[in-house]
């Protein structure tokens, strides 16, 4: 959605001979052009529910908002520069309206709504790509010798469309309202942005061999299979999984402990595994900065650290995430001390007989083996923790 080149950004008509002896890069032609193939306007018609009406330039004018304004939107929600092409619907004009309509009604400002469409987008985006590469690519494989995989796909996604969109809704205010509920227990103002989290990365180790051992197809499964059993187990235990980035995962947590156990249960999920290399996970605890849906910051950047240095199919935590371990409970100041405490309860328990109310033993969930200190690019001089679970 943009103007036309001959037109400049405050609608003033340009010389066409303005940039015949120069032509800076930005403004080249990288404008997409609409499909006209048949059947996929009739897919666009069957999922927007409306017809092609309008000019970028038109929708624009329709939602009663600047040419200017309407492109960043656009732009924001991912989608390529179509010139002023007749491809926009009611749709997109309905989109302009309310987006513009709560910058004017004070309840977004402007930059945030732009934040808005490109958070969307992107996670949309994803979305859609994965429907139509994986899951509407097999549902379509013609059933019958002679049929068109496009004969097939209509009818599908004509029955699929309106149970995917409620699902997409149904899923979106779940995360929502988990997410908000998160918000509103923080502490403070302050950690409604800036929050103390548990940040972890989880890597396959060798990953980069791999790819030139194994075929496209094997690597590909291997990816979604670790992407899947990561998923799944951060989101079983109460953490967020981040990002994937095909082969380390960026997950996060409100506690030490959560994400101890998180980090613990990947290990073990890719150990018993025989199909897949040996995993390493780094976790720091701290100040983190999170803005759509991504985490930013100097923990962030220690726990990718970690990892890079983390033994094989082992844990390794910084000094301020085995302080919190110890703080909750979950993990013993030190083995020494565990022990101490366990024959203490076992001498008491002696001298006042079985029946006697004692202090019971703490018990702690946790490991924790300080590591010889090392200096980490960019972050100074850093004393890791190895984590395990206690007695392993």
Not at 15 to 38: C, I, L, N, R, Y
Not at 213 to 235: K, N, P, Y
Not at 336 to 362: F, N
Request: aromatic residues 6%; charged residues 25%.
């Amino acid at each position: 959605m943009t103007v036309d080149d001959t037109t400049s950004g405050d609608g003033a008509q340009q010389s066409p001979d303005s940039s015949v002896h120069a032509t800076p890069h930005h403004e080249v032609d990288h404008t997409a052009e609409p499909t006209d193939d048949p059947l996929a306007i009739r897919l666009e018609q069957l999922i927007l529910g409306a017809d092609r009406r309008y000019t970028p330039f038109q929708a624009a004018r329709t939602a009663g908002v600047s040419m200017d304004l309407a492109s960043r939107f656009w732009r924001a929600m991912g989608f390529a520069d179509i010139g002023q092409a007749k491809a926009l619907t009611e749709a997109d004009v309905l989109a302009l309206r309310r987006l513009s309509g709560l910058v004017e009604a004070g309840l977004l400002s402007e930059p945030m709504a732009i934040q808005v469409a490109r958070s969307t987008g992107q996670t949309t985006a994803r979305l859609a790509e994965w429907q139509i590469d994986s899951f509407l690519e097999g549902l379509t494989e013609p059933p019958e010798p002679g049929m068109t995989r496009t004969e097939v796909t209509y009818p599908l996604i004509e029955l699929l469309l309106p149970e995917l969109e409620e699902f997409l809704v149904y899923v979106w205010r779940r995360q929502l309202a988990a997410a908000t509920g998160r918000v509103v227990q923080a502490a403070d103002d302050d950690e409604m942005v800036d929050r103390r989290l548990a940040v972890g990365f989880a890597d396959l180790v060798g990953f980069t061999r791999l790819t030139r051992r194994l075929e496209e197809e094997e690597l590909g499964e291997l990816v979604e299979s670790f992407e899947t059993t990561c998923a799944d187990l951060v989101a079983a235990h109460g953490g967020r999984l981040i990002k994937t980035l095909g082969d380390e995962v960026l997950f996060a947590a409100d506690d030490a402990g959560t994400a101890a156990e998180i980090a613990l249960r990947l290990v073990e999920a890719m150990t018993v595994d025989e199909t897949m290399p040996a995993l390493r996970v780094g976790i720091a605890f701290g100040t983190v900065t999170t803005r759509m849906g991504d985490v930013f910051g100097t923990t962030v950047n220690l726990a990718s650290r970690l990892t890079s240095i983390a033994p094989k199919d082992a844990v390794l935590v910084d000094g301020a995430f085995a302080e919190e371990l110890t703080r909750t409970g979950d993990a013993p100041v030190s083995e020494a001390r565990a022990a101490e405490e366990a024959a203490a309860a076992a001498e008491r328990a002696g001298k006042e007989g079985p029946d006697a109310d004692v202090v019971p033993v703490p018990k702690y969930r946790y490991g924790l083996q300080p590591m010889w200190q090392r200096p980490v690019r960019g972050l100074g001089v850093v004393e890791p923790w190895l984590l395990a679970r206690r007695g392993s």
